[in-house]
């Protein structure tokens, strides 16, 4: 996998992959904190590729995933400081890092394929 040749100061993989890159960062974080995981909190389950790409948050009442658009993608924002609803997720938790982030939109605007 290439690194990204912008400077951004971080070593954020040109393009993020689900299941190495994502989902581990959504265990760690979500799913497993018993809110997004086995049972959807707000409609949201983060416990695979299939419940992400099917969660329609109930704050936002749609996909919290917009594949190829992450500035329209609802996880996105729930998961940067000051969201436009409600609080930052995780809740409760550390905010995750510009990094962290960073490979979140990469992902989502490569087109959130189950890669």
Known sequence: MEEDDSDNGSDVPATARFAQDVLPLFQQSCASSGCHGSS???????????ATMSSTGSQYGTLIVQPGNASASPLVDKI???????????????????SQIQTVVDWINAGALNN
Do not use: F, H, I
């Open 80 to 98: 940067q400081t000051n969201p436009d609803r409600g609080q930052r997720m995780p809740l409760g938790r550390a905010a995750w890092s510009t």
């Open 40 to 50: 959807a909190s707000s409609g949201v389950r983060l416990s695979s590729y299939e």
